[in-house]
């Protein structure tokens, strides 16, 4: 069982970007997928994008796609949120996340055990 370790939050101005990187050890970055899920004060965590480990295949929400990119470095255990004109909508902490038992991709939480520390996504307006 290895870790995940989210970086690259921070504040933005509305229309801005960021890139937001998630680190794993151990065995985590082979499981059959990893994403992005976010939690905004007061409301549910959301998944946000996800990304198969056989063939790269991405997923996003509606409410990011076109302007969110995810990728992964598989020689580098690390994975990638390219996010661009961002809103203030977008704001919260954003968590990676994947698990070992799952054979497709969810956007559930609740189908996810392995998870990051969170970062910080602010944008003002």
């Known amino acids: 069982q290895g870790q995940l370790v989210e970086s690259g939050g921070g504040l933005v101005q509305f229309g801005g970007s960021l890139r937001l990187s998630c680190a794993a050890s151990g065995s985590t970055f082979d499981y059959y997928v990893i994403g992005w899920f976010r939690q905004a004060p007061g409301k549910e965590r959301e998944g946000v994008s996800f990304?198969?480990?056989?063939?790269?295949?991405?997923y996003y929400s509606d409410s990011v796609k076109g302007r969110f990119t995810i990728s992964r470095n598989n020689a580098r255990n690390m994975m990638y949120l390219e996010m661009n004109s961002l809103k203030p909508e977008d704001t919260a902490v954003y968590y990676c996340?994947?698990?070992?038992?799952?054979?497709?991709?969810?956007?559930?939480?609740?189908?996810?055990?392995?998870w990051g520390q969170g970062t910080q996504v602010t944008v003002s307006s």
């Open positions: 990304i198969a480990n056989s063939d790269g295949s991405a």
């Open positions: 996340a994947t698990d070992p038992r799952l054979r497709y991709v969810s956007f559930d939480p609740s189908d996810y055990t392995h």
